[in-house]
């Protein structure tokens, strides 16, 4: 049932390498949300980039949108120990033939980042 | 996470009792979601609200239901609880309209033995 697939699903780095992960999806959306979760704890939302936009910049993030291939990447320039984290990607989809459309999540992509 | 409560933070339950969880957020948003994690799965939607007493199902509904007697609090039931059951609960609030980014409390983390 999931929409967005993050590739791959495990990532590991040194600190100040960049990191970089891809997000691919089914049908066509509205906008892309990229997700991050630290262990044990909620969700945060760290960027939106609707279906008109291409890229995106927040920080050391930075967002890639192709819609003709159905695809996103989220890079993290300059990581971080900080960025040890699960990085989801999520789009709207109907749930149901007709229905509205709920935000629904990838499996996560894990990011480990090493001093 | 700001504006945003889940309690308990964790809970165990037997099989077959009546669990209540609680959401509560201080911003008066319309929007807000309860949300499962297993690994394996990723998030899944339980239930939604669009506002006071405005609910319906999500992809994972069976076995939950909700009620939204006033625009703070969301809560989530599960009415005899299962093994099945076990995961992480995150409830989120909607910030920018219904196709804006969430907002996700704390979880409540719940196994049932």
């Known amino acids: 049932s999931q929409q967005g697939e993050e590739d791959p699903q495990a990532l590991s780095i040194q600190e100040g390498e960049n990191a970089t992960m891809n997000c691919s999806y089914k049908?066509?959306?509205?906008?892309l949300q990229w997700y991050r979760q630290n262990s044990g704890r909620g969700l945060v939302h760290l960027i939106l980039?609707?279906?008109?936009?291409r890229e995106k910049h927040s920080g050391r993030l930075r967002v890639t949108l192709d819609t003709s291939k159905k695809s996103s990447s989220l890079l993290i320039t300059a990581s971080r120990a900080a960025d040890t984290a699960s990085y989801f990607c999520?789009?709207?989809?109907?749930?149901?033939?007709?229905?509205?459309?709920?935000?629904?999540f990838g499996k996560g992509m894990k990011l480990t980042v090493n001093p | 996470d700001a504006g945003i409560t889940q309690s308990p933070r964790h809970k165990v339950t037997e099989t077959g009792t009546p669990v209540t969880l609680r959401c509560h957020q201080t911003?008066?948003?319309?929007?807000m979601y309860w949300y499962r994690q297993d690994p394996g799965h990723g998030l899944r939607l339980i239930h939604y609200?669009?506002?006071?007493?405005?609910?319906d199902k999500g992809e994972v509904s069976d076995g939950y239901s909700v009620s939204r007697s006033k625009t703070e609090d969301f809560l989530l039931t599960l009415e005899s609880a299962t093994s099945s059951q076990t995961s992480v609960y995150f409830c989120?609030?909607?910030?920018?309209?219904?196709?804006?980014?969430?907002?996700f409390g704390s979880g409540t983390r719940l196994t049932v033995v």
């Open positions: 989120a609030i909607s910030l920018q309209g219904e196709r804006g980014g969430y907002t």
């Open positions: 049908t066509s959306i509205n906008n």
């Open positions: 980039i609707r279906s008109n936009e």
């Open positions: 999520a789009q709207f989809r109907a749930l149901t033939q007709g229905g509205s459309e709920k935000l629904v």
């Open positions: 911003e008066n948003h319309r929007y």
């Open positions: 609200s669009y506002g006071v007493k405005d609910t």
